[in-house]
């Protein structure tokens, strides 16, 4: 894959080409040092295994419980950490080669993610966080945002200062923000934790069909409340991973 | 929109840091401005050609001892080893020899139907070591006149010690070159008369000065031959005015130094060390205070740390997080030379007429205002470097 290099210091957006496979080849987080044949090192499918994920494969639900290393797992394909052993590769490109103006590149227009910690800034609105990542990339409207705080029904919560949200409405305006990019990869850490069955297939239903349309993957991780893809009419295939 | 960048990022600036940063760098700079500023307007005195600090002329002979008089102490002229070892010397630039007469010249002027007559002496310096620039310095035999140039001293002597007290007219620097004079010069079996004319006066030489083609041609047709002496004065022009090195050098040697240069050398030299003092000190300020912003600016992005990753995830690079952080540094920095700019160019302007009062010319404020354009610079290129490190540092959680 040709990754030209981008410009960190402007907006400026270069062509890069879609990322078609999201490859892991021996892969165990530092901390995992020393206990390879321990739980859950042992148990894992991902951990020191070679694995490919696809962007046309629909969608990835990773299952694991707390402490397999799983927001590890999102944090490594993000780029925001590399205490890792073994490599990533995107496509044929191993991701420690990557310089910080190709991960800006990446982050604004083939990886979307959404932390499990989200991430809000408390002292903007719900509007303007989304805002602060929808400038960079262009990708939607206000009108846009506001349908789909609205179809997440905490469009009446636009104005208010995240800070005094509650979790569930936090979540809810960071799966927002979170597809204000194009992507070929959505990666959604415990992205219904604190939502209700009602709302979890609404927000399923509204990633399958933004991920539909951008004709990218989903990956999203669960320690036992997972996003319900498959609950609803248009169910991408899922593909069960355990970490 | 990007409002809410600056929106988030604003947060935890020390308003009080800034200010505090802003008010020590803004005493260094003026200090560092106006030190520049006083040096280039004082340096045209220190090393102008022709103002009274001027580029370091040194008059020197040797002591005259009783015994001299008796006929009995050494030579007091120059050997050519000993001017050898001047010219050696690191803060020698040129050494010129006095040519002294080896014939007996009397002078003689013709004043409201008075006739004076005196004997006098001539000596003859190289041209490029007179500080006056006359018309008609030269000596052409076919057609002689002979041009001279007096010490100030003498004529103000004449004026105020001679003339008022018996009775005859003072003389103006102008004046004197209008009064018919002769010189008849004696030797070698020779008795001329030859006319002369005082074409300037001098107050670095403290003689009676003549072309050196003059005296050099008077030389060779009326002294005696095997009468030629060697120079029993030289004068040195320094490299620098007041190098205490000359001083040392000249006592060693139990050489003499003519007339009061040595002071306005001295004068000089005091000068150029205070400025320098001056000059360190507001750098040291300027640093201290450099060193207040860069700890504010450290912990205001400590404190945003979290910030900082956190938009990077979403995508911004390091510069456009960084860019309003670039911005007020810049904003604060511009204004702190600014500031510092008018308030020294306002202390020059307060003391550019008292030194014109002495004949120092301002040197234009452009060495000054480059001095601080540089200095702002660089500190604000230091702070941004700094920036951008913290910055980037904070791009990967691990």
């Known amino acids: 894959m040709m990754m030209p290099t981008t410009n960190s210091r402007t907006n400026k957006t270069l062509t890069m080409k879609r990322i078609e496979t999201i490859k892991l080849d021996n892969v165990l987080p530092r901390v995992f040092a020393g206990s390879e044949h321990?739980?859950?090192?042992?148990?894992?499918?991902?951990?020191?295994?070679?694995?490919?994920?696809?962007?046309?494969?629909?969608?990835?639900?990773?299952?694991?419980?707390?402490?397999?290393?799983?927001?590890?797992?999102?944090?490594?394909?993000?780029?925001?950490?590399?205490?890792?052993?073994?490599?990533?590769?995107?496509?044929?490109?191993?991701?420690?080669s990557l310089s910080v103006g190709e991960w800006c590149e990446i982050r604004r227009r083939h990886i979307a993610l959404l932390p499990q910690e989200m991430r809000l800034f408390p002292e903007l609105t719900a509007l303007e966080n989304i805002q602060i990542k929808n400038r960079l990339t262009d990708a939607c409207s206000e009108a846009?945002?506001?349908?789909?705080?609205?179809?997440?029904?905490?469009?009446?919560?636009?104005?208010?200062?995240?800070?005094?949200?509650?979790i569930g409405q936090q979540q809810r305006v960071a799966i927002v923000r979170a597809l204000c990019q194009p992507f070929d990869f959505l990666i959604l850490d415990e992205p219904v934790s604190h939502l209700d069955r009602r709302n979890n297939l609404i927000v399923a239903a509204i990633i399958a069909q933004a991920a539909r349309e951008a004709q990218a993957a989903v990956i999203t991780t669960s320690v036992g409340n997972p996003l319900l893809l498959s609950d609803i009419d248009t169910a991408p295939a899922i593909n069960t991973i355990k970490l | 929109m990007s409002n809410n960048v600056w929106k988030l990022l604003r947060r935890n600036i020390s308003v009080s840091q800034i200010v505090g940063y802003a008010i020590a760098?803004?005493?260094?700079?003026?200090?560092?401005?106006?030190?520049?500023?006083?040096?280039?307007?004082?340096?045209?005195?220190?090393?102008?050609?022709?103002?009274?600090?001027?580029?370091?002329y040194v008059i020197i002979s040797k002591k005259v001892s009783a015994l001299n008089?008796?006929?009995?102490?050494?030579?007091?002229?120059?050997?050519?080893?000993?001017?050898?070892?001047?010219?050696?010397?690191?803060?020698?630039?040129?050494?010129?020899?006095?040519?002294?007469a080896d014939f007996s010249v009397m002078a003689a002027i013709e004043m409201g139907g008075r006739r004076m007559s005196t004997y006098l002496f001539f000596e003859a310096i190289p041209d490029q070591f007179l500080d006056i620039n006359p018309r008609?310095?030269?000596?052409?035999?076919?057609?002689?006149?002979?041009?001279?140039?007096?010490?100030?001293?003498?004529?103000?002597?004449?004026n105020f010690g001679f003339a008022t007290t018996r009775n005859m007219p003072q003389l103006s620097e102008g004046l004197i070159g209008t009064v018919p004079m002769t010189m008849t010069l004696s030797g070698n079996g020779l008795h001329e008369t030859l006319p002369a004319r005082i074409v300037g006066f001098s107050s670095r030489l403290n003689t009676i000065a003549v072309p050196q083609s003059f005296l050099d041609w008077a030389n060779e047709r009326y002294a005696a031959p095997g009468d030629r002496r060697n120079p029993s004065r030289l004068i040195i022009e320094a490299n620098t005015a007041g190098d205490?090195?000359?001083?040392?050098?000249?006592?060693?040697?139990?050489?003499?130094?003519?007339?009061?240069?040595?002071?306005?050398?001295?004068?000089?030299?005091?000068?150029?060390?205070?400025?320098?003092?001056?000059?360190?000190?507001?750098?040291?300020?300027?640093?201290?205070?450099?060193?207040?912003?860069?700890?504010?600016?450290?912990?205001?992005?400590?404190k945003n740390k979290q910030k900082l990753h956190d938009l990077m995830l979403l995508g911004y690079s390091p510069g456009q997080v960084a860019r309003p952080y670039y911005l007020l540094i810049g904003a604060v920095n511009a204004g702190v030379l600014v500031l510092s700019l008018t308030a020294a160019l306002t202390a020059a302007s307060w003391w550019s007429p008292r030194l014109a009062d002495i004949g120092m010319a301002s040197s234009g404020p452009w060495a000054a205002i480059c001095a601080g354009v540089v200095i702002v610079?660089?500190?604000?290129?230091?702070?941004?470097?700094?920036?951008?490190?913290?910055?980037?540092?904070?791009?990967?959680?691990?």
């Open chain 2, 69 to 100: 008089t008796m006929g009995a102490g050494g030579d007091t002229s120059f050997s050519p080893d000993e001017i050898k070892d001047i010219e050696r010397q690191s803060w020698t630039r040129r050494v010129g020899q006095f040519t002294g």
């Open chain 1, 38 to 96: 321990d739980s859950p090192v042992r148990d894992s499918q991902v951990w020191l295994h070679s694995l490919t994920l696809r962007r046309d494969a629909g969608a990835y639900l990773v299952e694991a419980e707390s402490g397999t290393g799983k927001s590890s797992l999102c944090s490594f394909v993000y780029g925001n950490r590399r205490d890792y052993t073994g490599r990533i590769f995107f496509d044929d490109r191993d991701l420690a």
């Open chain 2, 136 to 158: 008609d310095w030269s000596f052409d035999p076919a057609n002689p006149v002979i041009p001279v140039i007096m010490s100030k001293d003498y004529l103000t002597l004449y």
């Open chain 2, 377 to 398: 610079a660089l500190l604000t290129c230091a702070n941004a470097l700094a920036i951008r490190r913290i910055v980037h540092r904070n791009f990967y959680a691990s």
């Open chain 2, 25 to 56: 760098n803004l005493v260094g700079l003026s200090i560092i401005i106006a030190a520049v500023q006083f040096y280039g307007d004082t340096s045209e005195a220190i090393s102008g050609e022709d103002s009274f600090l001027s580029k370091d």
């Open chain 1, 144 to 166: 846009e945002i506001r349908r789909r705080l609205e179809a997440l029904e905490i469009g009446h919560k636009a104005d208010a200062p995240a800070g005094l949200l509650s």
């Open chain 2, 244 to 302: 205490p090195a000359i001083a040392k050098y000249i006592k060693r040697h139990g050489y003499e130094i003519a007339g009061d240069k040595a002071d306005n050398s001295k004068a000089a030299y005091f000068l150029r060390v205070v400025t320098t003092i001056v000059l360190t000190v507001g750098i040291i300020i300027s640093l201290l205070a450099f060193f207040i912003l860069m700890l504010s600016i450290y912990l205001l992005l400590q």
